[in-house]
Antibody
């Protein structure tokens, strides 16, 4: 069965960086992409970006350009999302999610990783 | 950027009711629309994709319709486990925007 298992909760100070991992299993990793979505406390879902696990192509939300980097390690079927220069409004649950090639919906989600940014 | 207007933001209903949630796009997206259900403290789950195709395992009381700019999610007979927040998402173009969400609460 498809599983996406994310790393544990993080507490960071403003200005620091965080790197969240997402280990995939139950499917051929390189046949799909990984999207990252975040949700601030009590708020809706915000799409952050996407990476192709096949060739590493990425597409990032404009508001995060320059602060976010998404990568994959195909040898371990793991995706990573690094966010730099953290601010308090980056406090959120961060989800990784599987997405097919081309115009495909997200069909499986990780359990989420809470990132708290606080001085 | 494709802007999405999801309505209502809050819907109060009773078990057994038929409820509808709307999602309107700022430009046409053909049928590249998905609906997700999210319960408190949990990750979202895919309900419907391609505007009207039920994801495997999703009860048939859920249905989706629409194409172009106007879409609807319908729950034909609300069950207790359906009280949750629902989101639409377009996957026609980047960025893959989400609707603002509709919380379905017990009346």
């Amino acid at each position: 069965q498809v599983q996406l298992v994310q790393s544990g909760a993080e507490v960071k100070k403003p200005g620091a960086s965080v790197k969240v991992s997402c280990k995939a299993s139950g499917y051929t990793f390189t046949s799909y992409g990984i999207s990252w979505v975040r949700q601030a406390p009590g708020q809706g879902l915000e799409w952050m970006g996407w990476i192709s696990a096949y060739n590493g192509n990425t597409n990032y939300a404009q508001k995060l350009q320059g602060r976010v980097t998404m990568t994959t390690d195909t040898s371990t079927s793991t995706a990573y999302m690094e966010l730099r220069s953290l601010r308090s409004d980056d406090t959120a649950v961060y989800y990784c999610a599987r997405r097919g090639s081309g115009s495909s919906p997200i069909d499986y989600w990780g359990q989420g990783t809470l990132v708290t940014v606080s001085s | 950027v494709i802007w999405m207007t999801q309505s209502p933001s809050l819907l109060s209903a009773s078990t057994g009711d038929r409820v509808t949630i709307s999602c309107r796009m700022s430009q046409g997206i053909s049928s590249y629309l998905a609906w997700y259900q999210q319960k408190p403290g949990k990750a979202p789950e895919l309900l419907i994709y391609a505007a009207s195709t039920l994801q495997s395992g999703v009860p048939s009381r859920f249905s989706g319709s629409g194409s172009g700019t106007d879409f609807t999610l319908t729950i034909s007979c609300l069950q207790s486990e359906d009280f949750a927040t629902y989101y639409c998402q377009q996957y026609y173009s980047f960025p893959r925007t989400f609707g603002q969400g509709t919380k379905v609460e017990i009346k």
